[in-house]
């Protein structure tokens, strides 16, 4: 993995995206949750292309302040950069951030870890006959 490794994304806020539509609040804005999922989709995309054949990264910590409100039919854009790499290359940090049209709404810190996707699932399904 690349120290710098940046990435964007950018989406247009939808009903299906508002807090009212989601479960997290009554109100008619971006909701937090759906911030959050925009920041984890940029970060893991943003290293894909850098991981092993059968890896893939989840997120393990997610630190981040929702600052202002975007309205419904407003473009959001994420912007992410790998800051650090632990020394065995399985924990990655990001500085995040999330702006709309008029500015920064949301801004913090990332993990995800490496993972083994076909290990990883299975290990989640076996709970199931646990």
Request: glycine fraction near 10%.
């Amino acid at each position: 993995m690349e120290i710098g490794t940046k990435g964007f994304n950018e989406l247009t806020v939808t009903e299906d995206k508002l807090a009212c539509s989601v479960g997290s609040g009554l109100v008619a804005v971006y909701a937090t949750p759906m911030m959050i999922a925009g920041i984890e989709n940029t970060a893991a995309a943003s290293v894909a292309s850098q991981l092993p054949e059968g890896k893939t990264t989840v997120g393990t910590l997610m630190n981040v302040s929702h600052v202002a409100a975007t309205p419904c039919g407003m473009k959001v854009h994420f912007e992410t950069e790998l800051t650090a790499v632990s020394p065995n290359g399985k924990m990655l940090t990001f500085r995040v951030a999330a702006y709309d049209e008029a500015g920064l709404i949301g801004e913090g810190t990332h993990e995800r870890a490496v993972v083994d996707k076909a290990r990883f699932e299975a290990k989640a399904q076996s709970k199931l006959n646990a």
